[in-house]
T-cell receptor
Framework: NAGVMQNPRHLVRRRGQEARLRCSPM?????VYWYRQLPEEGLKFMVY????????ESGMPKERFSAEFPKEGPSILRIQQVVRGDSAAYFC??????????????FGSGTRLTVV | DQQVKQNSPSLSVQEGRISILNCDYT??????FLWYKKYPAEGPTFLIS?????DKNEDGRFTVFLNKSAKHLSLHIVPSQPGDSAVYFC??????????FGTGTSLTVIP
């Protein structure tokens, strides 16, 4: 029973390239959350998705960032035209239900994005 | 707009002693609080939680205390062990879709 799987673990991109981060939730979990941790900061909420639906994207930057969770396959966080300020650890979490206060999250190990 | 604050970036404690990690929050609507533990190069792992209807929750060596009037919670680890050395994040939520995390406290337990 694998946990939340994120890949790649490390991603290096040049400025202006695209970054695609993947997250497969735990088996039986249909709710996915993306968080970002900038250096010296805590985790900041980005987006909450269920299968084929974005439920809450209030933490997503308005430009260049998008997320999806298709019917089949992993959730994808996509960053277009990356800049140095996008360098961070991106964590995906999943939960079995939508009532947040009934559950903690299960986090993946994260993808460390470095923009050079 | 940091709604959850951990004002101590680091803490060192002798093995066997008590570790006390503190967390303050500003939003009185938060009604569920958690502590996560994070090792380097790994994702955070859930440690313990408390709802706002309680003021204490205990799980083995870990106890979380909640003081709603002061908007303060703390995590007590006793006795502390070297394997407890990690970064600890507190997080809070209301009925919304996200947790608000503090900036973390790095705990070092000295053998």
């Amino acid at each position: 029973n694998a946990g939340v799987m994120q890949n790649p673990r490390h991603l290096v991109r040049r400025r202006g390239q695209e970054a695609r981060l993947r997250c497969s939730p735990m088996k039986g979990h249909s709710h996915v959350y993306w968080y970002r941790q900038l250096p010296e900061e805590g985790l900041k909420f980005m987006v909450y998705l269920q299968k084929e639906n974005i439920i809450d994207e209030s933490g997503m930057p308005k430009e260049r960032f998008s997320a999806e969770f298709p019917k089949e396959g992993p959730s994808i966080l996509r960053i277009q035209q990356v800049v140095r300020g996008d360098s961070a650890a991106y964590f995906c979490a999943s939960s079995p239900g939508g009532t947040l206060t009934n559950y903690g999250y299960t986090f993946g190990s994260g993808t460390r994005l470095t923009v050079v | 707009d940091q709604q959850v604050k951990q004002n101590s970036p680091s803490l060192s404690v002798q093995e066997g002693r008590i570790s006390i990690l503190n967390c303050d929050y500003t939003n009185s609507m938060f009604d569920y609080f958690l502590w996560y533990k994070k090792y380097p190069a790994e994702g955070p792992t859930f440690l313990i939680s408390i709802s706002s209807i309680k003021d204490k929750n205990e799980d083995g060596r870990f106890t979380v205390f909640l003081n709603k009037s002061a908007k303060h919670l703390s995590l007590h680890i006793v006795p502390s062990q070297p394997g407890d050395s990690a970064v600890y994040f507190c997080a809070a939520a209301n009925t919304g879709n996200q947790f608000y995390f503090g900036t973390g406290t790095s705990l070092t337990v000295i053998p």
